[in-house]
């Protein structure tokens, strides 16, 4: 993997922000050893280990998803602005839409809760946590991650990585694409929990076939859609 971030005075940056070579003065997150600022003209610019390093690649793109994905959360709780993202629903036809941070007001990474320790957890204002975030790279999060958050109504994002174009998309200003987001949003059936089929109201202009005075607003019968 091209690593595009490395760790300066305890920020991440990205290689395109720094000098060539060993004068980036940039170490690894995971591992904390010197990386160097690969910046020629053939490959991508990235940060690369010395040789003999161990360091792991699954675990460092793990790693520096889970903290970039805190930074954007921090910047958008810190002012008060909204972090948008957009999924493909597991459970309906749609696309949903959604606020990530509407009710949030902190951030946790790794917090415990005894039988759990989501990647990140968002709690409202009165330190409820209300979204847990799951960063994949190849292991799948623990069901009693999955189990915690079903039994308290807590919403689970599932954000799945396999290169270091999903941690620049990641780290954009643009919406957050989770692979996955639990509960639906669709309103769900009373009796057994499953999103209720959509109804559209088609509305129709006309005008009288007497007068020719225009009539605006006539409804049709509703059409109901079950969910795919």
Same mark, same amino acid.
């Given at each position: 993997?091209? $690593?595009?971030?490395?760790?300066?005075?305890?920020?991440?940056?990205?290689?395109?922000?720094?000098?060539?070579?060993?004068?980036?003065?940039? =170490?690894?997150?995971?591992?904390?050893?010197?990386?160097?600022?690969?910046?020629?003209?053939?490959?991508?610019?990235?940060f690369a280990?010395?040789?003999?390093?161990?360091?792991?690649?699954?675990?460092?793109?793990?790693?520096?998803?889970?903290?970039?994905?805190?930074?954007?959360?921090?910047? #958008?709780?810190?002012?008060?602005?909204?972090?948008?993202m957009e999924?493909?629903?597991?459970?309906?036809?749609?696309?949903?839409?959604?606020?990530?941070?509407?009710?949030?007001?902190?951030?946790?990474?790794? *917090?415990?809760?005894?039988?759990?320790?989501?990647?990140?957890?968002?709690?409202?204002?009165?330190?409820?946590?209300?979204?847990? =975030?799951? =960063?994949?790279?190849?292991?799948?999060?623990?069901?009693?991650? *999955?189990? *915690? #958050?079903?039994?308290?109504? $807590?919403?689970?994002?599932? $954000?799945?990585?396999?290169?270091?174009?999903?941690?620049?998309?990641?780290?954009?200003?643009g919406p $957050?694409?989770? #692979?996955?987001?639990?509960?639906?949003?669709?309103?769900?059936?009373?009796?057994?929990?499953?999103?209720?089929?959509?109804? *559209?109201?088609?509305?129709?202009?006309?005008?009288?076939?007497?007068?020719?005075?225009?009539?605006?607003? =006539?409804?049709?019968?509703?059409?109901?859609?079950?969910?795919?």
């Amino acid at each position: 993997m091209l $690593i595009p971030f490395g760790e300066k005075d305890g920020e991440l940056v990205r290689v395109s922000m720094v000098e060539r070579g060993l004068k980036c003065a940039c =170490i690894c997150p995971l591992c904390k050893v010197s990386l160097v600022a690969r910046k020629g003209s053939l490959k991508t610019h990235h940060f690369a280990h010395q040789a003999g390093s161990s360091c792991d690649g699954e675990t460092l793109l793990h790693y520096l998803g889970k903290n970039l994905m805190r930074d954007r959360l921090v910047r #958008a709780l810190s002012t008060h602005r909204s972090l948008p993202m957009e999924w493909k629903c597991s459970e309906c036809p749609d696309w949903h839409e959604g606020n990530l941070v509407r009710v949030a007001r902190s951030v946790e990474v790794e *917090y415990s809760f005894g039988v759990c320790r989501p990647d990140l957890t968002l709690f409202d204002k009165d330190g409820k946590p209300v979204v847990f =975030i799951e =960063i994949v790279v190849s292991h799948r999060p623990e069901p009693n991650v *999955y189990a *915690y #958050a079903e039994k308290r109504s $807590i919403r689970f994002v599932q $954000i799945e990585l396999s290169s270091s174009d999903d941690l620049e998309q990641l780290a954009s200003d643009g919406p $957050i694409r989770p #692979a996955s987001v639990t509960p639906c949003t669709r309103t769900k059936c009373e009796k057994c929990s499953s999103p209720l089929s959509m109804q *559209y109201l088609h509305v129709v202009s006309t005008s009288c076939w007497k007068c020719s005075g225009e009539r605006n607003g =006539i409804p049709l019968p509703a059409v109901s859609r079950p969910p795919d």
